[in-house]
C-alpha cells in the first residue's frame, strides 16, 4: 500500500494571546490521498484555519506547533531544515484563502504572480513560466489571458480575483489544494463557478482537496469526506453521505440541524445554547458538553476520544443514542 | 386605510460621481451610477419580504434609500398614505428602523447598552426619566437578554447578542417596519439560527413588518412570505415566496437558486452558470439581463421590460420583469 500524499498525526497548536496561552488545536490527525475532497467544517474559533496554517507552516508568530508529525508521502517533515520543508510544501501543497484581494499583492501584476513559483521555485525560464502562466489562467477559467497577465489584482473582478489565486495555488503542479474559506466572499453565481473549477481540477488532475468552510451546503456537494471540528479536535468525521444522513455526534447533529435548507424550509432552526469553550482554560470533559442536550456526568468528566460508530468514527460518549435523548427531552 | 405600510413606486437613488473642473466647463455630463434604478415595491403589514440579490446590485442601496440614510433620487415613497419627501420629520424618521449587518461596527464601543437604549428612548419621548430603565429593561428582555446587560459595553458580548442588541435598538423605536440589511450574514451558522428564530417570533409576537435583505438565500427562504429579486438596480421578480422557489419564472431567479448548493443528502454540483454581475451603467438600454440570459431574443436588446404579473399564473402578486413569461 502506498502511504497517503500528506498524514497529520496528533497535531497540537498553541497560540501566545493576551488572555494566557490558548490551546487552539488539540491532537489532530487526518489523511489524504489523491483525488480526495475533504471538508473540514466547524464554527468561527474552532481551529480550523489553524490547521491549514500548522501544516504548511503559515503560523503567526504568536503560535507554534508544540507537538505532532507531518508526513508529506510518506517523509517526515519534523527534523527537516525549514529549507528543506519549505520546497516540499511548496512543490506538493497549494492554498486558496477567502479573501483573494489580501492574498495577491497588489503591486505586481497578475502573470508575474502566477509564473512566480515555476520561474523561482522550479528553476523554469521566464518564457516557459510566461507559458506556463497563460496555461493556467486559461485552465481556471479566464478569458483573454494573454491580456490578463498584464493587469494588476485591483482590475479584476472578485471571482476573477479567486480565480487568479487558483493559478497561484495550481501554479507548482501540488498534489494537494488547500482551501481556506475560498468562496465565503463570492456570491452564488461565482460560487458555483469556482466550486466547479476546483471539482473538475480533481477529476481531472487527481488532486486532493482539503476545503475549510463553515458553509455545510458546500461540503454536502464538492466533498466526499467530512470532519466536523469543535474546540480544536475533530468530533465527527466520516463520508459525507454518512454523516449528513445519520450524525453520531451531537455537535454534528446541531450544526446540520440549525443551517437553513433551502429545498425544505422548516417552521424553527434549530439553535445551539450557549457559546463555544475559551482554550485558554483547561477543558475539563468533552468541551461540547455545556451546550449538549444529552450530556451526562460522564460527558463532564472524561473527555471522549475518536471512536468508530456504524460507519464513522465519533467523540462522543453517546454516539448511538443521543437522538432517544433529545426526543426524551422536547416530550 | 389599506394594509400596505411603506409603497416605494419608480424610486430611484442615483450616485454621481466627481466632476474635474475641465469636465464641467465642457458642460459633460457627471458619470453617475444608478444603483436602484426605478423600483416599484409595497410591503404589507405584518409581511417579511426577503430581497436577494448578487452584491452591487443595489439590495443594501435601495434598504438605505427607504431607512432615509440616502435621500431618494426620484421616485415615490410613501410610509401609511403619506408621502415621504427629502427631508423626514421626527416621527417619518421612527417609522422605518434598520438592523445593520456588522454587530462589531454598528455599535459606539464606549456607550453602555443601558445608555444607548436611554439615548432613544428619551430623544424621542418615548420613555421619562423614571421609566427609562424599566423599558430598556423590556427591550432587552425582548430580544432575550439579560437585564444585568444594561450596564455593560458591546465588546463584552458575542457577535450573536450584539446583534440582539441592535435588533433592540431598532425595536425601541417602535418601528412600523424593520430593515435588516444582511443581519445574520456575518454570524456562525448555529448563532444565525437563534437569530432567524428571534426575528420569527417577534414577528409573530409584535405583527412586525419587516424587509430582509440578504445574499444567503437558504435564509430568506426560511424567513419570508414574499420575495423580491433584484438586478442592476431593479426588481426583476417578486412574488409569494413559496410560488417563486418552486416556479420562478425570470431567467435570473432560474440561475440564482441553481446556483445555491443544497443539503439535500446527495445533492452534487451542477453546472455553473456563466457570466458575472457586469458593471453598472449610467443608462441601460433594453433588458439589464440579457448579456448573461441563456434565453434572450432580439427584442430583449430593445425593449426596457416592466415588472408585470406573469401570464397563466393563478397568483397575480407573482410579478415578473421578462418580456419571454409575461
Known sequence: ?331 | MSDIVLSAHELSKHFVGRQSLLAKVRGQDPFTVPAVDGVDLDIKAGETIGLVGESGCGKSTLGRTLVGLYPQTSGELSIFDRQIGKERSLEERRAVQMIFQDPFASLNPRMTVGNMLKEILLFHKLATKEDVEDKSKELLTLVGLPTSALKSHPRQFSGGQRQRIGIARALALQPKILIADEAVSALDVSVQASIVNLLLDLKRDLGLTMLFISHNIAVVRQISDRIAVMYLGRIVETGPTEEVFANPQHPYTKLLLNSVPKMTPGSKLGEAPSGELPKMQAKFVGCRFRGRCPVAVDACATTDPKLLPVKGSNNPDHMTACLLVQ
Request: glycine letters at 8%; proline letters at 5%.
Open chain 1, 1 to 331: 500500500m502506498t502511504s497517503p500524499l500528506l498524514s497529520v498525526r496528533d497535531l497540537h497548536v498553541e497560540i501566545e494571546t493576551n488572555r494566557g496561552l490558548l490551546k487552539a488545536i488539540r491532537g489532530i490527525s487526518m489523511d489524504v490521498n489523491a483525488g480526495e475532497s475533504i471538508g473540514i467544517v466547524g464554527e468561527s474559533g474552532s481551529g480550523k484555519s489553524i490547521t491549514l496554517k500548522a501544516i504548511l507552516g503559515l503560523l503567526p508568530p504568536n503560535a507554534r506547533v508544540t507537538k505532532g508529525e507531518i508526513f508529506v508521502e510518506g517523509r517526515s517533515l519534523n527534523g527537516m531544515s525549514d529549507k528543506e520543508r519549505r520546497a516540499i510544501l511548496a512543490e506538493k501543497i497549494g492554498i486558496v484563502f477567502q479573501d483573494a484581494i489580501a492574498a495577491l499583492n497588489p503591486v505586481l501584476t497578475v502573470g508575474t504572480q502566477i509564473s512566480e513559483i515555476p520561474h523561482r521555485r522550479l528553476g523554469w525560464s521566464k518564457a516557459k513560466s510566461h507559458e506556463r502562466a497563460i496555461e493556467l489562467m486559461t485552465l481556471v477559467g479566464i478569458p483573454e489571458a494573454e491580456k490578463r497577465l498584464k493587469v494588476y489584482p485591483h482590475q479584476l473582478s472578485g471571482g476573477l480575483r479567486q480565480r487568479v489565486a487558483i493559478a497561484i495555488a495550481l501554479s507548482g503542479n501540488p498534489k494537494i489544494i488547500f482551501c481556506d474559506e475560498p468562496t465565503t466572499a463570492l456570491d452564488v453565481t461565482i460560487q458555483a463557478q469556482v466550486l466547479r473549477l476546483l471539482e473538475d481540477l480533481r477529476a481531472k488532475e487527481n488532486t486532493g482537496i482539503v476545503f475549510v468552510t463553515h458553509d455545510l451546503a458546500v461540503v454536502n456537494e464538492i466533498c466526499e469526506k467530512v470532519n466536523v471540528m469543535y474546540a480544536g479536535r475533530f468530533v465527527e468525521r466520516g463520508t459525507v453521505e454518512q454523516t449528513f444522513q445519520d450524525p453520531t455526534h451531537p455537535y454534528a447533529y446541531s450544526l446540520l440541524k440549525s443551517a437553513p435548507d433551502m429545498e425544505h424550509p422548516v417552521e424553527r432552526l434549530f439553535s445551539i445554547q450557549g457559546e463555544a469553550p475559551d482554550l485558554t482554560k483547561p477543558t475539563i470533559g468533552c468541551p461540547f458538553a455545556p451546550r449538549c442536550f444529552a450530556a451526562s456526568e460522564e460527558c463532564l468528566a472524561t473527555e471522549p476520544e475518536l471512536r468508530h460508530v456504524h460507519e464513522s468514527e465519533t467523540a462522543c460518549h453517546h454516539a448511538t443514542n443521543f437522538l432517544s435523548q433529545l426526543n426524551a427531552g422536547q416530550a
